[in-house]
């Protein structure tokens, strides 16, 4: 598919998709390059997460991560894929109360003209997500492992593995549900729990860390293409390297500079040498005055 023939997902098919059993793609994407990459590439949704905070500004964690940091890469994305759905993820304690999260939500739609936001929890959270879904703002969120909440946890640790940890994120994602989310993500859950969950539930599940059973998956696009290397999580499958191609071509870069082997003639612009004798022509004259 190119870029010219790729239409944009709609809110109703990624409902939809529940239904049909399409999988969708989703992928996060920090920049214009990657996003431009992704819509090349058929992917269904890019998702703005802040985990830019992480691969784009160095920071260690997504809790950096500011409204105006999202809405200015969330407007590269959209300039990046014009045709592809965008899920703005708002950022840590943007969302702590209805009056912020309307606020902050209205920003990606309207400055960033985002298509949908995403802010994480589940049961805690439900009265934030209904009044976006009350204002007309199409939202998902995220439940299991919440980077937001990451101290709560102790740390990235895997959410779900026990009976009773397992029925409070089924309870979290019918809150989701209820609340009029159009979809929802799990992250670090067991596979077989979030297969079991998503078959409870009558909107999609995407899952990041959470096994084929859910009806789409995410990736970030700097960890499958190999760009971010500080750390690979396990759910992580790497279809590239390009951190190591790009350090390939670096230090041949750096090596044909230091050897004086570039820039050669076939990168230089020439000038006739009419030009170039009547150029050396007035700076003798310049000189021997």
């Known amino acids: 598919m190119t870029q010219t023939e790729k239409t944009k997902r709609t809110i109703t098919e990624i409902r939809e998709s529940k239904r049909t059993g399409e999988k969708m793609v989703y992928t ?33 964690s997504t809790i950096p991560a500011s409204m ?28 702590n109360t209805v009056d912020r ?48 909440t990451i101290a709560m946890f102790g740390g990235f640790k895997i959410q779900g593995r026990t009976a009773e940890a397992a029925m409070r994120i089924l309870e979290d994602a019918l809150a989701i549900q209820d609340a009029g989310c159009f979809m929802l993500e799990f992250e670090a859950v067991p596979a077989p729990i979030a297969k079991l969950i998503s ?8 899952g990041i860390g959470a096994g084929a059973g859910t009806d789409g998956q995410i990736l970030l696009s700097y960890d499958l293409l190999g760009v971010f290397t500080d750390f690979k999580p396990k759910f992580t499958k790497r279809y590239a390297n390009l951190t190591e191609v790009a350090v390939g071509g670096l230090k041949q870069y750096v090596a044909e ?12 612009y020439t000038v006739k040498p009419e030009v170039l004798e009547a150029f050396a022509t007035l700076l003798e004259k310049r000189r021997q005055h």
């Open 28 to 60: 996060s994407v920090p920049d214009y390059t990657s996003a431009r990459w992704a819509e090349m590439a058929g992917v269904d949704v890019c998702v703005v997460g802040d985990s830019l905070a992480m691969v784009a500004h160095g920071h260690k």
């Open 68 to 95: 105006e940091m999202m809405v200015m890469h969330a407007q590269a994305v959209r300039r990046g894929a014009p045709d592809t759905f965008v899920l703005g993820c708002m950022p840590y304690q943007s969302y």
């Open 101 to 148: 999260a309307l606020a902050n939500a209205t920003r990606f739609m309207q400055e960033a003209d985002c298509d949908a936001v995403k802010p994480q929890g589940g049961k805690t959270q439900a009265h934030i997500l209904k009044a976006l879904v009350d204002a007309g703002i199409p939202t998902a969120s995220h439940i299991g492992l919440t980077p937001h």
């Open 199 to 206: 078959e409870q539930l009558e909107i999609p599940t995407i």
């Open 257 to 268: 500079v230091k050897a004086g082997s570039f820039p050669d003639e076939e990168h230089s």
